[in-house]
């Protein structure tokens, strides 16, 4: 998929943001949310970006955009031009980034692009375009609206002991088949996968605000410091003091 990048950084946008509907003639804009909340308009139909959802505004496409909730709007960010690609206009306009490859490739695109040289920008645009096959690819998947509906669920409760038949209820399926789509559409146990949520949750926060350890394990579910830092410390290695350093 030939891409060049014309921009792509960490964008941040204090509470209350907007923009009302525009669109660009000849870029397409890729954002992924890594905090706070987005609310997107296009064509009437209204979507919420949480964190971990991936946004994609084709050429052409007008689009309102909106930072909703009381925290700041946070999103790694790129545009870029598409020569010779599948119609992009054609696909879905908001997928989950399942797997964690879609930040991967647009957080190592952000960093390359500012080193400003003509090969790193080279680099940027080739992770950029492996960004977009992987949104391509997740917009394909029939399960994808599942585990989105499923994670949006979850994110807004992370505090709460979550169990499996209240994920289940969140997809609207009875427990054995929301269990054996999940795991086909995540290659994970829904409780695995919840555990790796809560986990990943904990480490941007830990990265991103002042809170205590212990007040980060409560709010993504951990019943004390001691939970939360076992649990982070078989995860990744380190306690969460050894990460946040």
């Known amino acids: 998929m030939p891409v060049s990048v014309q921009w792509a950084v960490i964008d941040r946008f204090p509470v209350g943001w907007r923009m009302g509907a525009h669109h660009h003639d000849d870029i397409h804009e890729i954002l992924l949310v890594t ?87 080279e680099a940027a645009s080739g992770l950029i375009a492996a960004a977009l096959h992987e949104f391509i690819a997740g917009a394909a998947d029939p399960d994808a609206e599942l585990v989105r509906r499923v994670r949006a669920y979850a994110i807004a409760r992370l ?33 695995r996968w919840l555990s790796e949520l809560r986990l990943d ?8 605000t002042d809170l205590t350890v212990e007040a980060i394990g409560r709010r993504v579910g951990f019943p004390d410091r001691f939970h939360f830092s076992r649990a982070m410390r078989r995860r990744s290695g380190r306690p969460p003091s050894g990460w946040r350093r």
Do not use: C, K
Not at 73 to 88: I, K, S, W
Not at 169 to 176: F, K, N
Not at 178 to 184: E, I, N
Not at 201 to 208: D, E, I, M, Q, V
């Open 35 to 121: 905090a706070g909340r987005l609310r997107t308009a296009i064509d009437g139909v209204v979507q919420v970006a949480e964190p971990g959802s991936v946004v994609l505004h084709v050429a052409g496409r007008d689009h309102a955009e909106e930072a909703l909730g009381t925290r700041p709007f946070e999103a790694l960010y790129a545009n870029v031009a598409v020569r010779g690609a599948p119609r992009l206009d054609a696909a879905p306009w908001q997928i989950v980034d399942h797997g964690g490859r879609v930040e991967a490739a647009m957080r190592w695109a952000v960093e390359a692009f500012a080193a400003g040289t003509a090969s790193a920008r």
């Open 201 to 208: 949750s904990g480490r941007h926060l830990l990265a991103t």
């Open 159 to 191: 505090g709460e002991p979550l169990t499996l038949d209240d994920l289940a209820a969140a997809a609207a399926l009875s427990r054995y088949h929301f269990a054996r789509r999940f795991r086909v559409a995540t290659r994970q146990s829904p409780m």
